[in-house]
């Protein structure tokens, strides 16, 4: 069993930026990839960026590529999404998840084991 915590969400202005950490207890996160991926009102959940269990590769959305780093801290038990350059459209509510498969890249339910509870990021213009 993993506990994902989110944290780091809130309100910015267009071109801001923001961190996200997504915490893990129990299992290890080390032996997960986690994802990130976001639900803004209306719309269907979308995959944002995606890192291997070791950290050495990372996935992105195109629509995010650029702007935004995800990297962990498998001592920490902790992944990060930096958020920068920010656009009232990645307005949304952030999740992390994770799986034991070596990559994800959708944001289907069954792809990923666990989930979190989520955080809101709101971008004005």
């Known amino acids: 069993q993993v506990q994902l915590v989110e944290s780091g969400g809130g309100l910015v202005q267009a071109g801001g930026s923001l961190r996200l950490s997504c915490a893990a207890s129990?299992?290890?996160?080390?032996?997960?990839?986690v994802g990130w991926l976001r639900q803004a009102p209306g719309k269907e959940r979308e995959f944002v960026a995606g890192i291997s269990r070791s950290g050495g590769s990372t996935y992105y959305a195109d629509s995010v590529r650029g702007r935004f780093t995800i990297a962990r801290d498998n001592a920490r038990s902790t992944v990060y999404l930096q958020m920068s350059s920010l656009k009232p459209e990645d307005t949304a509510v952030y999740y992390c998840a994770t799986s034991r498969a070596s990559l994800r890249l959708g944001a289907d339910d069954d792809l990923y084991d666990y989930w979190g509870q989520g955080t809101q990021v709101t971008v004005s213009s």
């Open positions: 129990g299992r290890t996160v080390s032996s997960y990839f």
